[in-house]
């Protein structure tokens, strides 16, 4: 089958000037070698952080259904609201400019007071509001 998606791609990519893959078929790239160390560093310091701040969470609160329904209100925000944003400004669609603005300021409008109610929502689980 790789034979087949190799010959049909490079087909392809002389028919329609696409460029040619970062990767060849073995997976191995040109990368600089001094940067794969940091790299590797980065993400095991990254991991060490996630699973620190995972473990203090898990000691602290004594309900799942909160860590849930945080989870739950803050990636289900940055789905509906926060991506579809960040792909409009990235896109630069052919809008007319009033639509463009409207889109803008509902979405970021939208966004905000779900982070809002984000907010609300933590400050009721530690009971200071």
């Known amino acids: 089958l790789q034979g087949l998606v190799m010959a049909c791609a490079s087909k392809l990519r002389g028919a329609r000037g696409l460029k040619a893959p970062l990767l060849d078929a073995n997976g191995n790239g040109e990368a ?9 560093a980065l993400r095991l310091a990254l991991t060490a952080f996630c699973l620190l701040v995972e473990v203090v969470v898990a000691i602290n609160v004594p309900n799942v259904a909160d860590v849930m329904g945080f989870l739950g209100a803050s990636v289900g925000t940055i789905l509906m609201m926060v991506l579809p944003a960040v792909v409009l400004f990235k896109a630069e669609p052919d809008f007319h400019p009033a639509r463009w ?10 966004a905000l007071t779900a982070c809002m109610a984000i907010v609300v929502m933590v400050l009721q689980k530690t009971h200071r509001l």
Request: hydrophobic share 45%.
């Open 32 to 40: 600089d070698p001094s940067s794969a160390g940091a790299s590797e």
């Open 101 to 110: 603005w409207l889109t803008v300021v509902m979405l970021v409008g939208s």
